[in-house]
């Protein structure tokens, strides 16, 4: 049973390009969740999703930043035009339909804006 | 505000002997639960150990196990025995039985000297 899987490990993108992050949950996994790590810090909460829906996006910044979690298919963090300040890691984690309080975590996506 | 402070942004300890990590919270709700997560240099956030809140006695996972004083708003990570694979990040963090997300502290770095 595969954990969460998130990819890619890293990415690299120049100022004004578009960065997509994927995370497909552990299976049977309909809850999703995605957390920001700047340098020195912890995890911030950014979105919760469920299949086709987006239940929480209090964390996630108002412009730029998009979020789905299509029927079918991994989930997707989406920045449009990076800045240098959205370089971090972004970990998405999951759980089941009952049990939001275990979240599974995937290892990550550091994200470096040149 | 929700927030969780770890004060000890580094410890360490000898192979074999046992370290303690503190937590502390705040939050105006009654029913949560706590987790120390686990870090180590590949980004995998593991999950070490989980506490409800309103149970009195302290959960306990072989050598790991935690102090929680819940009028204090403490929430501390003993480790026995520390081996050299325990050297990582340390995150504590809770989440509100209503709520969606995870509030996370900044995390202690751990090192294990042999």
């Known amino acids: 049973n595969a954990g969460v899987m998130q990819n890619p490990r890293h990415l690299v993108r120049r100022r004004g390009q578009e960065a997509r992050l994927r995370c497909s949950p552990m299976?049977?996994?309909?809850?999703v969740y995605w957390y920001r790590q700047l340098p020195e810090e912890g995890l911030k909460f950014m979105v919760y999703?469920?299949?086709?829906?987006?239940?929480?996006e209090s964390g996630m910044p108002k412009e730029r930043f998009s979020a789905e979690f299509p029927k079918e298919g991994p989930s997707i963090l989406r920045i449009q035009q990076v800045v240098r300040g959205d370089s971090a890691a972004y970990f998405c984690?999951?759980?089941?339909?009952?049990?939001?309080?275990?979240?599974?975590f995937g290892a990550g996506t550091r994200l470096s804006v040149l | 505000a929700q927030t969780v402070t770890q004060s000890q942004p580094e410890m360490s300890v000898q192979e074999a002997e046992t370290v303690t990590l503190s937590c502390t919270y705040d939050t105006s709700e009654s029913d949560y639960y706590l987790f120390w997560y686990k870090q180590p240099p590949s980004r995998q956030m593991i999950l070490v150990i989980r506490q409800e809140a309103y149970k009195q006695q302290n959960a306990t996972e072989n050598r790991f196990s935690v102090n929680f004083q819940k009028a204090a708003k403490s929430f501390s990570l003993k480790i026995s025995d520390s081996q050299l694979g325990d050297a990582a990040m340390y995150f504590c963090?809770?989440?509100?039985?209503?709520?969606?997300?995870?509030?996370f502290g900044t995390g202690t770095s751990l090192t294990v000297i042999p």
């Open positions: 999703l469920q299949k086709e829906n987006i239940i929480d």
């Open positions: 963090a809770y989440r509100i039985n209503t709520g969606n997300q995870f509030y």
């Open positions: 299976k049977g996994h309909s809850h």
């Open positions: 984690a999951s759980s089941p339909l009952k049990g939001k309080n275990i979240q599974y």
